[in-house]
């Protein structure tokens, strides 16, 4: 039986250990390279799996964030990507994702 392979999209965590928190940071950098996308482009590159990237703007990515393919594009098996619910009722990232690095959400307390 041949084993189902998916892939984890690692740019958001790249670009935060090069300091760069903001999709906006990486349209110039893609721009100066000849890549032209729009914010909304960007943003979907950034925050979600892309399903389609043309070799030129991975090869810009590479260039721009200076990791390897591996780094940016770790193979994993599939249903091996898959949040779980913790203790406390909210997702978690079962792969070291950004899980540490989002702010959590303030509860109000009513005395």
């Not at 984890?8 to 100066?32: C, H, K, Q, V």
């Amino acid at each position: 039986m041949t084993a189902k392979l998916d892939y984890r999209w690692n740019l958001r965590e790249i670009m935060a250990t090069r300091g760069m928190f903001s999709t906006t940071d990486l349209r110039p950098l893609l721009a100066d390279r000849g890549i032209g996308l729009s914010p909304s482009q960007t943003y979907r590159l950034v925050t979600e799996r892309p399903e389609r990237l043309s070799l030129k703007t991975l090869m810009a990515l590479l260039d721009i964030l200076g990791c390897s393919m591996e780094e940016l594009i770790e193979p994993v098996a599939a249903g091996a990507q898959r949040r779980r619910r913790a203790a406390g009722g909210t997702a978690t990232d079962t792969h070291g994702g950004l899980g540490g690095l989002r702010p959590k959400r303030a509860r109000l307390v009513q005395e």
